[in-house]
């Protein structure tokens, strides 16, 4: 059975930074793209950032700048450094997995097989 967990998630005022986590369990992230979405308050989950097996990183130009992902293949995790984070960055996270070998990075949540539960990241103006 697969499992992603998110983690790292909190409350923050705007400007102060967060690492979110993503393990993996029954699952491998060292062949696969992982992605970061996020839902806010009455909105659509949206696109935040994305990572490929090889390290190749995209990001939504709202993020882009502010957030970095990385993936750490040893443990099987992937992370999201969140810096000089917006009240508009309050959302609940999510990582997902494509779960497609090799695959490349996707900016459409629909392309993503494997979902966490999510972690809330509030920021305080």
């Known amino acids: 059975q697969v499992q992603l967990v998110e983690s790292g998630g909190g409350l923050v005022q705007a400007g102060d930074s967060l690492k979110l986590s993503c393990a993996a369990s029954?699952?491998?992230?060292?062949?696969?793209?992982v992605g970061w979405f996020r839902r806010a308050p009455g909105k659509e989950r949206e696109f935040v950032a994305a990572?490929?097996?090889?390290?190749?990183?995209t990001y939504a130009d709202s993020v882009k700048g502010r957030f970095t992902a990385s993936r750490d293949s040893a443990k099987n995790a992937v992370y999201l450094q969140m810096n000089s984070l917006k009240p508009e960055d309050t959302a609940v996270y999510y990582c997902?997995?494509?779960?497609?070998?090799?695959?490349?990075?996707?900016?459409?949540?629909?392309?993503?097989?494997?979902w966490g539960q999510g972690t809330q990241v509030t920021v305080s103006s």
């Open positions: 029954g699952h491998t992230f060292n062949t696969d793209a």
């Open positions: 997902a997995a494509r779960d497609l070998t090799y695959s490349s990075t996707s900016t459409y949540l629909h392309d993503y097989k494997y």
């Open positions: 990572i490929r097996f090889t390290g190749w990183t």
